[in-house]
């Protein structure tokens, strides 16, 4: 006999959603791993003491955080299903009779309430801490790539614009390394009797270079990206540190895409130790941070760097097969035949050319040597040498990424950094943000390596 399935939608029933929900659901086990009622204290100053109810700010947030666990990228589409999800429902504690936010509840809280508070990177940052807590997060190793981020821009809407190039804060340790050579060769000029040759040079650090970029109409907080076997279009670089002893990222920062990856890079790992109180001790990264001023920061922070070195030709180049002789103590060059080149100024700017020390020969020595014309020709009076500042701690990670240790922490930097974006793009929304700005890239970004990171600091700990 036939069964016909008979109209059952208006009947009364009693259930608890505790029931459907399983035993080893995620939600459920987020529920019980992390205590979230912290916002409440980092938001109170946000809320009025008078007047009607709010929605409840951890309601808001652990919507949020279900969009970006489950990869639900528009927030209409997460009201929809947390309306028809019975675990979305319990995790955010609402009942079958209760409404569910409307999805502009959530975008009106963003960008209003929330505009100017450090929320968003509070709850990153406390998830962080309770991994260090835990000891899945030891600092021993940490990795550090960037990704792009399409951004809500089309190059269809930009134009050509000159804006003022002004020196990084990376530059600043340079031009303080710079200023200190000139000074100390300054002294020995003065004791000499000497004066400097040439025309004093300006203040790099104020100096300020016109040059024309695209700027996106739609949002001009965003950056070209043109880079090699990389999408071109406009995007935002989310920065990533990870530990590799679980995974965990420790560190999101987000930069417009035409950004190079070292810029940021020394004081995101000054940062995170500071924030933390994290002691970092050993760092792999790849070409696109290989600079002088980050190994010499790295060395400050007594951080162990293992970046893979960009391949080129030194400056300081050899006769017959014989090298310049540097004389660290002296800080001066012996050429083949015996003749010392000294430090003479620093040449540069930073943005234009590199920060590089002068070291020149003598006229007289240059003038009768036999090896003139194979040195540096006919038409020049003496040999010159240009070095990069920090040189020598550029040389050192050079002899770093020639151990196997280096060999191994460039697999891990592989296996991390690579697949981490690959699930944070596939699952997790990182791909490309609807949301506009600087800042509200910084929060995309936070939360969808804050949903990767409850789940790693899960499967490690329970």
Not at 208 to 223: K, R, W
Not at 288 to 299: F, I, P, S, T, W
Not at 341 to 366: N, W
Request: net charge positive.
């Amino acid at each position: 006999m036939m069964g016909v399935n008979g109209d059952k939608q208006h009947q009364f029933i009693f259930l608890n959603l505790e029931d459907y929900v399983p035993k080893d659901h995620l939600l459920r086990i987020i529920q019980r791993e992390v205590d979230v009622t912290f916002i409440y204290d980092k938001v109170k100053h946000l809320y009025s003491l008078v007047g009607r109810k709010s929605i409840d700010p951890v309601l808001l947030m652990k919507m949020m955080l279900i969009g970006y666990l489950y990869g639900i990228s528009s927030e209409r589409k997460l009201e929809e299903e947390v309306k028809m999800n019975l675990a979305y429902r319990w995790f955010l504690g609402l009942d079958l009779m209760e409404s569910v936010l409307d999805h502009s509840t959530l975008s009106q809280n963003r960008r209003r309430r929330f505009k100017n508070s450090s929320i968003f990177q509070e709850i990153f940052d406390h998830i962080v801490t309770l991994c260090i807590q835990k000891g899945i997060v030891t600092g021993d190793v940490i990795v550090t790539d960037s990704t792009h981020v399409k951004a809500s821009a089309s190059l269809s809407h930009s134009e050509k614009v000159k804006v003022d190039k002004k020196p990084s804060e990376y530059l600043e340790e340079l031009e303080k390394e710079a200023r200190r050579l000139e000074s100390q060769r300054q002294v020995e000029r003065d004791a000499g009797g000497k004066k400097k040759c040439g025309r004093v040079k300006q203040d790099r650090m104020t100096t300020t270079i016109q040059t024309e970029v695209t700027q996106s109409l739609t949002d001009p907080e965003t950056g070209l990206m043109n880079r090699p076997k990389k999408p071109i279009g406009f995007h935002f670089l989310s920065h990533t540190s990870i530990d590799t002893t679980y995974g965990i990222i420790t560190d999101i920062h987000v930069t417009p895409g035409n950004v190079n990856d070292h810029e940021p890079y020394a004081g995101r790992l000054a940062a995170q130790q500071e924030r933390f109180n994290l002691e970092i001790k050993k760092v792999c990264a790849d070409k696109g941070y290989d600079c002088a001023v980050v190994h010499h920061a790295l060395e400050k922070q007594n951080i162990e760097g293992y970046i893979s070195p960009i391949v080129k030709e030194s400056s300081i180049e050899a006769i017959g097969g014989k090298p310049f002789q540097y004389d660290e103590e002296l800080d001066t060059y012996l050429c083949p035949e015996g003749k010392t080149l000294k430090f003479t100024h620093v040449e540069g700017d930073g943005m234009k050319t590199p920060y590089r020390s002068v070291y020149a020969a003598k006229t007289k020595d240059c003038k009768a040597c036999p090896l003139r014309e194979q040195c540096f020709g006919k038409s020049k009076k003496y040999r010159v040498i240009r070095r990069t500042l920090f040189h020598e701690a550029t040389e050192r990670n050079k002899e770093r990424a020639k151990s196997e240790e280096y060999r191994n922490f460039k697999r891990l930097r592989s296996i991390w950094c690579e697949g981490t974006f690959g699930i944070m793009k596939q699952s997790h929304n990182l791909s490309r943000t609807y949301k506009r700005g600087i800042r509200n890239a910084t929060e995309h970004c936070l939360f969808s390596a804050l949903a990767l990171n409850i789940k790693r600091m899960i499967k490690a700990t329970v």
